[in-house]
């Protein structure tokens, strides 16, 4: 993946709403847009094209790839989503599975969706787990465990049902 070098704000190419706050020491590449009373903490790495919901938190230390939506009300840090990767409203990434330890946050970190994953609304994903390339989950699940490519994922704790459909939906 690639990300910007600098941060480069522009009438033309951010949309910032009311509300947002935008802490220094992150790198934003062209085309960010957010949602009212989006906060993106300091530490992040943001490409191009991407969406910060309303109401979403980006805690420090995340990597964004390019083309990334992050819906309403999401939790992220420490949380690596590359490039085409959909999150779902109301999504939360942990990353300390013995609050509030500050030694297991560095320990283990937030989750990393790979390319091209798609996760449902209200997921939940313990600290350290991976969503594998042009995988899913599905809406209200507990994701426990790693989620293999191409892979369909659903419910508390999410278990595999099945290979992600090949056939996309036509708007996409």
């Known amino acids: 993946m690639e990300y910007p ?9 951010w949309l910032i709403r009311s509300g947002t706050i935008i802490y220094a020491s992150s790198v ?4 960010l847009e957010t949602g009212h009373y989006a906060i993106i903490r300091e530490r992040n ?6 969406l910060v919901g309303v109401h979403s938190y980006l ?17 992220l840090e420490s949380t690596t989503l590359e490039d085409n990767v959909v999150i779902g409203p109301n999504v939360t990434f942990t990353n300390d599975k013995h609050p509030p330890c500050k030694i297991c946050v560095n320990e283990y970190g937030g989750g990393y ?14 600290p350290g787990i991976t969503i594998g390339k042009n995988a899913m989950v599905g809406a209200g699940s507990v994701v426990t465990k790693d989620v293999p490519d191409n892979m369909l994922m659903r419910g508390n704790p999410a278990q595999i049902i099945g290979h992600r459909p090949k056939k996309r939906h036509p708007h996409t």
């Open 113 to 126: 969706a790979k390319q091209g994953a798609v996760i449902g609304a209200s997921v939940t994903i313990l």
């Open 5 to 13: 070098k600098i941060i480069k704000p522009s009438n033309k190419t």
């Open 45 to 50: 790495t943001i490409g191009h094209h991407v």
């Open 59 to 75: 805690g420090p230390g995340n990597v964004i790839g390019n083309h990334v939506r992050i819906h309403t009300g999401v939790f």
């Open 28 to 31: 934003i590449g062209d085309f």
